[in-house]
């Protein structure tokens, strides 16, 4: 009841009351939470596992489902952070914290080659990029973080991405990067894992 109060809600949902929607599940075990039956809007939806009505059906619009434009295939070379030609750099580097929004601004050496930034496995640093998605200006902005903790050649990247969904791909080597942001525009968006120049998991979100 307190969310429905919160967000105005509670004259519909909020509690099984007269005029709000039976949506109500009723339970064989409250502690190991085994579901019997499923009421929604005071229809029986569901009993011992099984679905007894058919979903509604809705078609999107083409504008919601083809939302992902690229200016062009990426490659390595998007990815680039150019440095001055010396061993390592002091770099700004974006701290995660575990389970939580808010993120730390550490300052880290960071190994440079060929007037490139490096990812660096032993300090915990890779790659992190915003690839905007919506118009296809082709503008990728990329940085470092701190606290993936991944230990081989591999990159995430997901369009589920708070608040304007653009592109976020994170990874130890740009070519894995690149994989995993051209792989997820052919699916049209969802969330990606590459892992040594191969796609090994991906949920496609049109």
């Known amino acids: 009841i307190n969310t ?3 967000f105005g809600l509670s004259r519909e949902m909020g509690m099984i009351a007269p005029g709000r929607y039976a949506d109500i599940l009723i339970l064989r075990d409250l ?6 039956s499923v009421f929604a809007k005071g229809q029986l939806a569901a009993q011992d596992g099984k679905t007894l009505i058919d979903p509604p059906k809705f078609t999107y619009p083409d504008w919601a489902t083809n939302s992902f434009h690229l200016a062009h295939p990426l490659s390595e070379k998007d990815f680039v952070i150019k440095a001055p030609n010396k ?3 002091t770099a700004n580097v974006i701290g995660v914290i575990e389970n939580q929004a808010p993120t730390k601004h550490l300052k880290m050496q960071v190994p440079v080659y060929q007037n490139e930034i490096q990812p660096d496995l032993v300090q915990d640093i890779i790659k992190i ?7 296809g200006t082709g503008r990728v902005q990329t940085g470092l973080v701190h606290g993936f903790g991944f230990k081989t050649a591999c990159a995430v990247a997901s369009t589920v ?8 791909v994170a990874g130890t080597n740009d ?3 690149a994989l995993a942001v051209n792989q997820l525009a052919k699916i049209r968006g969802g969330q990606i894992v590459v892992k040594e120049g191969k796609v090994i998991g991906q949920v496609a979100l049109p």
């Not at 502690?31 to 019997?36: Q, T």
């Not at 990029?129 to 118009?135: A, C, F, G, T």
Request: glycine share 0%; net charge negative; aromatic share 6%.
């Open 175 to 177: 070519s894995d990067m």
């Open 31 to 36: 502690v190991e939470f085994k579901i019997n």
């Open 4 to 6: 429905a109060e919160h």
């Open 129 to 135: 990029s915003v690839v905007e998605r919506h118009k």
């Open 161 to 168: 991405a708070h608040d304007s969904h653009h592109m976020i």
């Open 87 to 89: 061993d390592y750099v």
